[in-house]
């Protein structure tokens, strides 16, 4: 029996490669007068459904189009949730 | 690979969604430098014989997700990254370029440009490495004005793919200002080590991010584009005359 499962995805830069979009928003946070704010990280969040006989073929499945499609390894790093629905 | 002297080179110009140097690149080839060009629909799986792919500049997909990211499993890739292997000369500009590194034949990525612009102006490049099928028309150090037009040129790359780009003279232009000197100001976008271009180890695929298709017309003022697109229909004219150029050759698979 396939069980549906929601898969959510966060994809930053790495840690080593400058943000200049974080830090254009750091800089915005100090103008906005509020202290102790830094370390700004722009990313993306995706969520899709995925299929899978269990969780851990859903996981899979999901963690195949991080790697390959949602994040560049060369650049990013992902974080990977996967949940039944 | 094919060697000829008596034929016209054909280039073939691959068309996403969203690309828009398309047909300088087409116009530059053909028109400007008298060869065929012939133009290639993502969706198709037939390179018409071309000698030469062209990944054009633009903004395949509307650059979701990532720049190129979409634009590299689009079905004429498969052909295009095989032919690739086999030694084919690709040349990927601005966007192409963008799609050459996602798909994985050039190394390093592209990311936003450390202004956060925009960037659309000429700029001086450095030719680092003369003796390239991309770039053997030029003198080594000398500096060509081209444009560049892109948001997401700033190169990057680990300490140890820089250190063999370096080594095996795989960086083929710098950034400069016109005396060639390579400042952080003559930088438009914040790439590392002022890097404009590469090319694989194999010396066949080839990325740049400013666009020489759109300095190859008189009317247009700046002409150093020609040397590029000369460079590269020299490189199937006369092989075996200039030794450097035997080496990359035999590199082709």
């Known amino acids: ?85 | 690979m094919k060697e000829m002297t008596d034929r016209n080179i054909r280039f073939g110009v691959v068309v996403f969604p969203g690309s828009n140097c398309d047909h300088d690149a087409h116009h530059a080839a053909g028109a400007l430098l008298g060869q065929s060009a012939e133009f290639l629909w993502h969706k198709d799986h037939d390179l018409k014989n071309s000698d030469v792919i062209i990944l054009p500049g633009g903004f395949s997909f509307g650059d979701y997700l990532r720049s190129g990211a979409i634009a590299r499993f689009s079905p004429i890739m498969k052909e295009v990254i095989r032919f690739a292997q086999d030694g084919g000369v690709v040349i990927g500009i601005c966007n192409g370029f963008q799609v050459l590194v996602e798909a994985g034949l050039l190394p390093g990525a592209l990311i936003r440009n450390s202004s956060l612009r925009f960037v659309c102006r000429f700029v001086h490049l450095r030719v680092e490495n003369g003796a390239t099928r991309l770039t053997n028309r030029c003198k080594q150090g000398e500096v060509l004005t081209i444009p560049v037009a892109h948001g997401e040129g700033n190169y990057r790359t680990d300490p140890e793919t820089h250190r063999r780009l370096e080594e095996n003279g795989q960086i083929l232009f710098r950034y400069c200002d016109k005396q060639g000197r390579t400042t952080p100001e003559a930088n438009p976008n914040g790439s590392l080590d002022n890097i404009a271009g590469i090319m694989n180890e194999e010396g066949n695929v080839f990325g740049m991010m400013p666009h020489p298709e759109r300095a190859c017309d008189p009317l247009l003022r700046y002409t150093d584009g020609r040397k590029i697109f000369e460079s590269i229909i020299n490189s199937f004219v006369r092989p075996a005359t200039e030794p450097e150029l035997v080496s990359i050759h035999n590199g082709g698979r």
Do not use: W
Request: net charge negative; with cysteine; charged share 30%.
């Open chain 1, 1 to 85: 029996m396939l069980q549906v499962f929601l898969a959510k995805v966060h994809v930053t830069l790495r840690k080593s490669i400058l943000d200049p979009q974080g830090k254009a928003v750091e800089h915005a946070v100090a103008t906005l007068g509020v202290v102790g704010v830094d370390e700004v990280r722009i990313g993306k969040y995706i969520e899709f459904r995925v299929d899978g006989k269990s969780e851990q073929e859903a996981r899979e499945a999901a963690e195949q189009v991080c790697r390959k499609l949602l994040a560049n390894p060369v650049m990013e790093d992902f974080s990977l949730v996967v949940e039944p629905q």
